[in-house]
């Protein structure tokens, strides 16, 4: 592990020097934005891949909701039809899941980076590095304790919570729309009826993007920053993959 936090270490330093003509102190936090990017766009294909199986699956819901009529007193049976569509139409239920397991190790990297005082058993000199005087590796309590809210630290702080709030509340909204526009059928359970709670999550779905606020507030800030990146990216990037499904009413034949 530490020699590949070393490595990884190298690679953001790297970046930072490389930006340094253009963002002086802010170098490193403009590394981790950039680092952020690339990532996305290394997982785009399979974003791009998502959103096909979900446009795929929402076309599905009427023949799946006419097998769960058929079948609803053989649960089974039910099931295995329903597994059989999904492979006919060369739909996965998790294709969705890819695109965020794949950028949680690059989350954990960043974090564990910004939490060790030394790497290698050398001191970890990323620390050093600041954000309009906030230290990557500080978090919001100890902007708090340096200024307060309204401080320099806490101000930067501030405005981060502001993108995050920006981001999702777009993010709220769309999601609102799509599924108001596009209601899914529930996964059934055992019995073939729905599963309990289901309907609830649709209901709370929309609103995990504030939960960010929360991450942002307890890691360190080259974390936060990564979280807050990350975010924005993926908001307006289903807003794009999405954009020929129905919201609100009425849809456009393009394919993401």
Same mark, same amino acid.
């Given at each position: ?32 934005? $950039?680092?952020?990017?690339? #990532?996305?766009? *290394? &997982?785009?294909?399979? /974003? ?5 199986? %979900?446009? +795929? ?100 702080? $501030?405005?981060?919570?502001? #993108?995050?709030? *920006? &981001?999702?509340?777009? /993010? ?5 729309? %799509?599924? +108001? ?76």
């Amino acid at each position: 592990m530490s020699a590949f936090l070393s490595a990884f270490a190298s690679l953001v330093g790297s970046l930072a020097d490389l930006l340094q003509p253009l963002f002086q102190t802010a170098s490193a936090a403009a590394a981790i934005v $950039l680092f952020t990017a690339l #990532v996305r766009l *290394a &997982v785009h294909p399979l /974003s791009r891949a998502a959103a096909r199986g %979900q446009k +795929a699956r929402g076309r599905l819901q009427p023949q799946i909701a006419a097998l769960r009529e058929k079948h609803g007193r053989n649960p089974e049976r039910m099931q295995k039809a329903i597994m059989e569509l999904h492979a006919a139409e060369k739909v996965s239920p998790l294709s969705g899941c890819l695109p965020s397991l794949l950028q949680m190790p690059a989350f954990f990297l960043l974090y564990h980076l910004f939490s060790s005082s030394s790497i290698g058993g050398e001191p970890n000199a990323l620390l050093g590095h600041d954000l309009l005087g906030a230290p990557l590796g500080g978090r919001w309590h100890d902007a708090l304790a340096h200024g307060g809210m309204f401080g320099g630290q806490g101000l930067v702080y $501030l405005g981060i919570f502001a #993108v995050v709030a *920006a &981001v999702a509340t777009f /993010s709220y909204r769309h999601t609102k729309r %799509q599924l +108001a526009a596009n209601p899914m059928t529930p996964p059934a359970g055992p019995d073939g009826q729905p599963v309990p709670g289901m309907g609830a999550m649709t209901t709370f779905m929309p609103l995990l993007s504030f939960f960010t606020l929360i991450t942002v507030a307890v890691v360190p800030l080259a974390a936060a920053l990564y979280v807050v990146t990350t975010t924005a990216w993926t908001a307006f990037e289903r807003a794009w993959l999405y954009r020929d499904m129905p919201v609100g009413g009425g849809s456009v034949a393009t394919a993401a």
